[in-house]
């Protein structure tokens, strides 16, 4: 019995594909390896077209819009309908997700009738992962047809006149492991995916971001008083920064850090994918030494499950608006 590819708006276009076999439910073997070779970090075109087609053989949705939720935010994808689940473990050359708040699954289905791709979870440096080893998986939302990446994330708070609670709309970053020169797109380029030289200068789409706001101003009731928009740090982690390198990365002026989103984002827009991204403010970055208390990983999980449904509201509205934008030929939407 063959299934038919759910498209837009939950469309048919009645193209047959492989059987549906309680999708991802079959573990692989540790240390499986597929017939391409690694050329970079994140593996070979063939390997990732290879991850790719073994998804879309196994789920009937095909999304334009791919989703990583942060730590405690994994109830994103809880929202979806006609849902199909393929654990990380059972994804051919896929990395693992090992942290507490993150499920480690992918989740085909439709948000608010528009067909989506979740991450239930991300992969982080501090794993052991290379930095493309932990973007691989947006390589595989691109050739599965997303056009978009929705970014979410927790986060500590530098800038002081941030709350707990705050949602950040992310403006721009600084890639401090980059000043070190550890990038996701280290290593022989394959122009397929993209240039091997990148610009950044809009790196989060600047559409969208006036898109967010106004959504926020007059769509959501409450959710402006919030609402903050800045500039954000990633880390390496897994330990929380000292006093004195929070006061440090105050002076350059980053409003909120975390240890993720930065090298997904780069290796999105490598791969010609328009992005937005938010951070939600779950602690706030101890900057005097007269504090006592450090950030506990277990609070900033919970912070993101109690604000779950706003920030489910805010990724549905932002998806919808994806969605009834105008597409050109090659899937990408006329705004880009």
Avoid: W
């Avoid at 334009?64 to 994994?74: E, M, R, V």
């Avoid at 900033?300 to 779950?308: A, K, P, T, Y």
């Amino acid at each position: 019995m063959s299934e038919e590819v759910v498209d837009r708006n939950g469309s048919t276009n009645g193209v047959a594909v492989v059987p549906v076999e309680s999708p991802g439910q079959q573990k692989r073997p540790r240390g499986m390896a597929g017939p391409a070779k690694e050329s970079t970090g994140y593996g070979s075109y063939e390997m990732v077209q290879e991850v790719a087609t073994y998804l879309l053989e196994r789920t009937r949705i095909r999304p334009h819009t791919g989703i990583i939720c942060g730590s405690g935010l994994g109830c994103l994808a809880d929202q979806l309908t006609e849902a199909e689940f393929f654990d990380y473990e059972t994804i051919p050359h896929f990395p693992i997700s090992t942290v507490a708040g993150h499920r480690g699954r992918l989740v085909f289905g439709l948000l608010a009738g528009v067909p989506v791709l979740c991450m239930q979870g991300r992969f982080h440096y501090y794993e052991g992962y290379s930095l493309a080893k932990c973007s691989m998986p947006v390589r595989v939302m691109k050739l599965v047809g997303c056009t978009h990446l929705i970014a979410t994330n927790a986060a500590g708070a530098i800038n002081e006149s941030y709350r707990v609670g705050d949602i950040m709309l992310i403006r721009d970053h600084i890639n401090l492991m980059g000043f070190a020169g550890n990038c996701p797109l280290l290593g022989p380029n394959d122009e397929r995916f993209g240039p091997r030289f990148l610009g950044m200068a809009k790196a989060y789409d600047p559409q969208l971001l006036q898109v967010a706001r106004d959504m926020i101003r007059d769509q959501m009731p409450g959710m402006e008083s919030i609402l903050q928009e800045g500039v954000y740090c990633c880390v390496g982690g897994p330990n929380f920064e000292t006093v004195a390198e929070g006061r440090l990365l105050a002076l350059f002026g980053v409003d909120a850090i975390g240890m993720s989103t930065v090298h997904e984002i780069i290796t999105a827009r490598h791969c010609g994918m328009t992005c937005f991204a938010f951070s939600l403010i779950t602690n706030m970055c101890t900057m005097s030494y007269e504090v006592d208390e450090d950030p506990c990983h277990e609070e900033i999980v919970g912070v993101g499950r109690q604000l779950e449904s706003r920030v489910g509201e805010l990724v549905q509205r932002i998806v919808s608006f994806i969605d009834k934008q105008p597409r050109e030929p090659n899937g990408r939407t006329g705004h880009e």
